[in-house]
Structure formats: structure tokens, C-alpha cells
């Protein structure tokens, strides 16, 4: 049976892992593009998130304190898991119709890396972190519709952004789904709702999945007393 003095050192071990895979992958590419471009990028921003909310539960849990709260971490988790669903689902899927997979194919060495440590790396240790890692039963309905503002800060930024730039410009529409120039606002705004439907969707599940999860000794967040709720 692990000890906690051991639970405590791989927890903070791997949470730092994730944030460190987080900041490598937007080091990587805003040192091979344009960081106000490469800043623009929804991946970019949860990857943000990623790293400063591991990482500040790793040290956390290194000094015995109360975790990051449930908004914050299952916040995080949502928005990791919809950036790599959408990345492998619908952008690199040649099935879909708005994929760039021509785009991705080009991707070569450190670009390549970063891209798969933005879009699988994280996700899939966010994932790993809330199995294995995370107490349950901390996640509440209410947290599903307050996470929608993010989703929805970041259209009304994409938008804004997309408005300002000149006509023509490349990357003028971060992701496609959302490129006014080609398919209207109208379109925009459909698709902008059915992501969100399934953002909410998506949190009622996770809301869901970390109520029927067993409570288990092993797992060593505790709910936060601090700031961060």
C-alpha cells in the first residue's frame, strides 16, 4: 500500500510534469512564430491555465496545504479535455469539415513536439491527475454553467480579434468553426452554440463522473480553504 509521505511525492511530481509539458509547449511555439499570434490560440490559453494551476497544486500539496478548489481544477480539467477532443476530433480529422490536417502534416521537429504536448500530453495527464490523483465528490452542478464564461470570453476575443484584422490576413479567424469571413456570422454562431452545448455537456459529465467515483485514501486533494475556490 503506498504511504502518504510517497502519494505526496508523486503528486507533486506529476503535477509539475503536466505544468512543465504545458510550458514547454508554448515556449516551443512562440519561439518558432508569432507570440501575439500564438497567444491568440484557445490551446494556448487552457495550456496557460494548465500550468499555473498544477503547478501552484503542486506546491500546495509539497507544503501540506488545502489544494486548488474544485472550480479551478475541474474548470482546468474541462477546458484541457475539449482542447484535445476538438484538436483530434474535428481539427485533425480529414473527416471533418474543418480540419487543417494539410497544416498539421507540415509540422516537423520541435513544432511537432510542442504541438503533441499542447493537444495529448496535457489532456491525457489532466485526465490521469483526476482518476488517479484527485479526491471526489468536490464538483458541483453550479461549477458546469460557471465554466461557460470561459468558452465565452474567448469567442468574444476570437471575434473581436478576427474583426480587427484586414480582410485577407492569414490567421485572421484562429479556428476555423469560427472564421466569419468564410461562413458568416450566422454560421459562426451556431457552431459557437453547439460547442458550447457540448462544454456544458461535458461538465455535467465530469460533475457526474467525480460524484460516482469511490472515495479513495489514496487520492491526496483535499478540498481549498483558500482564495483560489
Known sequence: MTTPAALRVTTVAFRALIAAAACAGIVIECAYGSAPRVLSFFTIWTNILVAVVFALSAVRVHRREPDVGPLWRGGVLLFILVTGLV???????????????????????????ANQLLHTVTPVGAVLDFLLLTAPRRLRPRHAAQWLAYPLAYVVF?????????????????????????????????????????????????VALDHYRPPRENRISSPAEGPLK
Open 158 to 206: 476570437a471575434l473581436t480579434r478576427g474583426a480587427l484584422h484586414s480582410p485577407g490576413v492569414r490567421g485572421r479567424y484562429t479556428y476555423p468553426f469560427i472564421d466569419v469571413a468564410e461562413y458568416g456570422y450566422a454560421r459562426v454562431a451556431l457552431n459557437s452554440l453547439v460547442l458550447g452545448i457540448g462544454f456544458y455537456a461535458l461538465g455535467l459529465a465530469l
Open 87 to 113: 484538436f483530434h476530433l474535428v481539427l485533425d480529422n480529414p473527416a471533418s469539415p474543418f480540419n487543417v490536417v494539410e497544416d498539421l502534416d507540415k509540422l516537423s521537429g520541435a513544432r511537432a513536439v
